[in-house]
Every structure is written in C-alpha cells, then in structure tokens.
C-alpha cells in the first residue's frame, strides 16, 4: 500500500530535547497531542492511533487533554507555548487533516520550551490506510527524539489457536488488521525472511510428521520447503535472507541443521547425543544460539554458524529454551522453567552470562521475539486466561497485551522494519 509523505526538518538545534537510550529504564517524555483541525473525523482517527502508538512505546507520557489551556482552535502557528509550558509538556504535536476521500493530514512537531518547530510533514494515504499515516509520522517523531528507527510501521506474525486448528496470522505491530495467511491445521512457529515478503513456519498440513513450508505474505501462497527426515521445524532466516536454520530429526537424533533459504543443500551442524533444537542467528550471521540436552538438562549454547566452537551460556536453572537473539547482539532472551514449574522470561548477556528475569507471577510465559530495533520483546502469556501475545521492553517493563483472541495466540514473531 502506497504511503507518500513530506518530511521537513526544521531546526535541528544541538541541545534540542532527546530520549536518552543509553542507560537502563527510560524517563518518558512529557507529550501533548493537540486537538486537531479540520476534519474532525479523520483528525481524530489519526489523533488516536498517534496517541496509542507513544503510549504504548514506552518513550512518551502523554499529558490529558482536560489539562491543556490552550484554545482548541489554536492554529499551527502563533503557538502560545507558555500554555503548553504551564500544563507540562515537553513537546507538541499538532495535526490539521482535511476531509478529501484519501487521507492528508499536515502533521508538525515542535519543542515547547524553545517554541520551535522541529517537524513539519504532510502525510496522505487512501482511506483505508488511516493508521499507516499516523504510523509514519509516529516513527518519525521517535527517529527524531531517539536516532533509532520505530516500530509502529511494522506487522507481526503470531498464529491463532482455534476449535479447529492453528493458523499463522499478520497483523500490525499492535494487535489490529488481522488477516489469515494459513487455513486451520496445525500451523506453529512463524519466522519473517529479511525483506518481509515470506513468512517459514512449521505445519503438519500434509499428515504424518511436521515439516516446514514458506507462506508470501502478499498472495498467500503456500509453498514446501524442507521435508527433511521424522520431522524438521522451527525454522529461522539469517540476517542476510540467503540462509536458514532448523532442526530435524533422522535416525532417532534431533540436531540443528543449515541449508540455502530455498531449502536446498541442507547440512547437519550439530552432532552431540540428545537433542539440539530451536537455533537462532546473531544479527552478524556468524553465530547462533540453540537448546541443546547434551549436559542432561535443556540449556542454552552458542556456536559458529557452521557448528565449531561450541559454548554453553546458561546455567541457572534446570529446563531453559527458546533463544532469540537480540538485534543488538548483546541479549540473547529465552523462556525457562522457575521453581513451580512455570515457565517466565529471561535474558541473558552473551559477552558476561549475567541471566535477568523478566516476568514472575504471571502465568506462563513463552517464545520471546525481538523487535527489529531491539527496543521490545514479544511473547505468549496465560496471564489473561487464555493465551494471548504480549509485548514488553527488553527489561520486562511497559508490558501491554497485543491480542485479544476468543481461544487464544501464540508463537509471536516480528517482522522487519519497513523498506527493509
């Protein structure tokens, strides 16, 4: 779907205000969304997606509207900034959107303290598009404040869990525009190729054992893509798109194997008694973590992508699982088992082995996902009843619930940022 957009960059003043990143918890920014002009049916569509979007983030503390002095009908310029200085805010958004069949919204952000103008962009899209516009501009406003790429133009892939089957889903990284990808047999764990357009997953769709298959995004079509022995699941992309990771089973022995990202030329990488499985990549592609019970317990390793030079990361507890990767190559985040046999989140340091505990006291949690921008973590949680994809940052705070199925979701991933 097409999204045309104008960015200006205006005042790009040295001590402007930022979003440290830096350190551990995040001091939300103190944001107020005016009350937008013109059309008041698009405006305030856009208005709440925008205002979900930094809520949601983590990076902003937006101000109650019953709070604001300043005139309703104040325009985009001629600001008085000392009524927004007075109520709190840090920074301004105003939007003024006109009520054509497409979508135009002229979006500006500014700095209320010096009562500058910090970006200015009009932001069109068709009607259907709606939220994608607010989404734009959103990453934009936190690119600017944080110099790192935002995540509300992203989708996610998590499969829906029914009366009859399980099926692989996409939605928008918050939960909304829900689409099937897969009919309902047993569709499990969905990974996103580098560029978004194909989506691997796990299915036992054709009888007997499971085996991994590739879904296009954008047509649905599925395809098969690796049959290899008893079984073979969990696939997972490299960073580069060009290769893929998985585990099969032949002659009664479960390893992690490689192969070319069509499926061709797979080869074995793993060769010790017991079971390795669930391999992730490092964001450089040139090593990857997995699950392996060669010490007589399920613990997490690491080694060279091609099977040399193996290391074993945990050693807390006596059943972890699950490895993800961080984009940032410093976290790997995993799922493992407490003292009441429940299943929390965890992450661990790859250059220190320092294991953090993310959630406790809340249901079972399982099958950590990144973020593209390493900022989040998705995941599945029971915490509700039913279990349904969460999302929280990288240190277990601003945990929000993603989706809100009548049975429940499960095996969340995360797509790329787009363009990538």
Same mark, same amino acid.
């Given at each position: 779907?097409?999204?045309?957009?104008?960015?200006?960059?205006?005042? &790009?003043?040295?001590?402007?205000?930022?979003?440290? +990143?830096?350190?551990?918890?995040?001091?939300?920014?103190?944001?107020?969304?005016?009350?937008?002009?013109? =059309?008041?049916?698009?405006?305030?569509?856009?208005?709440?997606?925008?205002?979900?979007?930094?809520?949601?983030?983590?990076?902003?503390?937006?101000?109650?509207?019953?709070?604001?002095?300043?005139?309703?009908?104040? !325009?985009?310029?001629?600001?008085?900034?000392?009524?927004?200085?007075?109520?709190?805010?840090?920074?301004?958004?105003?939007?003024?959107?006109?009520?054509?069949?497409?979508?135009?919204?002229?979006?500006?952000?500014?700095?209320?303290?010096?009562?500058?103008?910090?970006?200015?962009?009009?932001?069109?899209?068709?009607?259907?598009?709606?939220? +994608?516009?607010?989404?734009?501009?959103?990453?934009?406003?936190?690119?600017?404040?944080?110099?790192?790429? @935002?995540?509300?133009?992203?989708?996610?892939?998590?499969?829906?869990? =029914?009366?009859?089957?399980?099926?692989?889903?996409?939605?928008? /990284?918050?939960?909304?525009?829900?689409?099937? +990808?897969? @009919?309902?047999?047993?569709?499990?764990?969905?990974?996103?190729?580098?560029?978004?357009?194909?989506?691997?997953?796990?299915?036992?769709?054709?009888?007997?054992?499971?085996?991994?298959?590739?879904?296009?995004?954008?047509?649905?079509?599925?395809?098969?893509?690796?049959?290899?022995?008893?079984?073979?699941?969990?696939?997972?992309? =490299?960073?580069? !798109?060009?290769?893929?990771?998985?585990?099969? =089973?032949?002659?009664?022995?479960?390893?992690?194997?490689?192969?070319?990202?069509? %499926?061709? %030329?797979?080869?074995?990488?793993?060769?010790?008694?017991?079971?390795?499985?669930? &391999?992730?990549?490092?964001?450089?592609?040139?090593?990857?973590?997995?699950?392996?019970?060669?010490?007589?317990?399920?613990?997490?390793?690491?080694?060279?992508?091609?099977?040399?030079?193996?290391?074993? +990361?945990?050693?807390?507890? *006596?059943?972890?699982?699950?490895?993800? /990767?961080?984009?940032?190559?410093?976290?790997?985040?995993?799922?493992?088992?407490?003292?009441?046999?429940?299943?929390?989140?965890?992450?661990?340091?790859?250059?220190?082995?320092?294991?953090?505990? #993310?959630?406790? *006291?809340?249901?079972?949690?399982?099958?950590?996902?990144?973020?593209?921008?390493?900022?989040?973590? #998705?995941?599945?949680?029971?915490?509700? %009843?039913?279990?349904?994809? /969460?999302?929280?940052?990288?240190?277990?705070?601003?945990?929000?619930?993603?989706?809100?199925?009548?049975? !429940?979701?499960?095996?969340?991933? /995360?797509?790329?940022?787009?363009?990538?």
């Amino acid at each position: 779907m097409n999204l045309a957009f104008v960015l200006a960059l205006t005042l &790009a003043a040295v001590d402007r205000p930022v979003i440290d +990143l830096s350190g551990g918890r995040i001091q939300p920014l103190p944001l107020a969304i005016a009350k937008p002009l013109g =059309s008041q049916e698009t405006g305030t569509a856009v208005e709440a997606v925008l205002a979900q979007d930094f809520e949601r983030s983590g990076l902003f503390r937006l101000l109650d509207p019953a709070s604001f002095l300043a005139p309703p009908d104040e !325009g985009m310029t001629g600001i008085d900034y000392s009524k927004w200085q007075t109520v709190g805010a840090q920074a301004l958004i105003k939007a003024n959107c006109d009520a054509s069949a497409d979508v135009s919204c002229e979006m500006r952000l500014y700095d209320v303290a010096r009562g500058q103008e910090l970006l200015h962009g009009t932001y069109t899209a068709p009607r259907p598009a709606l939220r +994608l516009a607010a989404h734009r501009f959103g990453d934009d406003v936190v690119r600017f404040f944080t110099h790192e790429p @935002g995540v509300f133009q992203t989708r996610i892939a998590w499969v829906r869990e =029914s009366e009859s089957g399980k099926q692989v889903m996409v939605s928008d /990284w918050d939960g909304f525009g829900v689409q099937p +990808l897969t @009919g309902a047999s047993i569709n499990l764990l969905p990974s996103w190729s580098p560029d978004g357009r194909m989506i691997a997953f796990t299915s036992f769709r054709e009888g007997g054992g499971a085996h991994l298959y590739t879904v296009e995004v954008a047509s649905r079509q599925v395809r098969s893509l690796i049959g290899l022995g008893d079984f073979a699941t969990g696939a997972s992309y =490299s960073p580069d !798109g060009s290769r893929l990771l998985f585990s099969a =089973s032949q002659n009664d022995n479960t390893d992690v194997y490689v192969a070319q990202a069509d %499926g061709s %030329g797979a080869r074995r990488i793993t060769e010790a008694r017991g079971i390795d499985i669930s &391999a992730s990549w490092s964001p450089d592609g040139k090593r990857v973590a997995f699950v392996s019970e060669r010490a007589g317990t399920p613990q997490i390793y690491t080694m060279a992508a091609d099977g040399s030079d193996v290391r074993r +990361l945990t050693f807390q507890g *006596n059943y972890n699982q699950e490895p993800a /990767w961080s984009p940032k190559g410093d976290l790997i985040a995993f799922s493992g088992r407490d003292e009441h046999r429940v299943f929390d989140l965890y992450t661990v340091a790859v250059d220190t082995g320092k294991v953090t505990r #993310l959630t406790q *006291n809340q249901g079972t949690n399982e099958k950590p996902a990144w973020a593209p921008n390493g900022r989040y973590l #998705l995941f599945s949680s029971t915490r509700s %009843g039913k279990r349904q994809v /969460w999302m929280s940052q990288p240190d277990g705070s601003n945990q929000r619930q993603v989706t809100s199925e009548k049975v !429940g979701a499960a095996d969340p991933a /995360w797509g790329p940022l787009p363009g990538k």
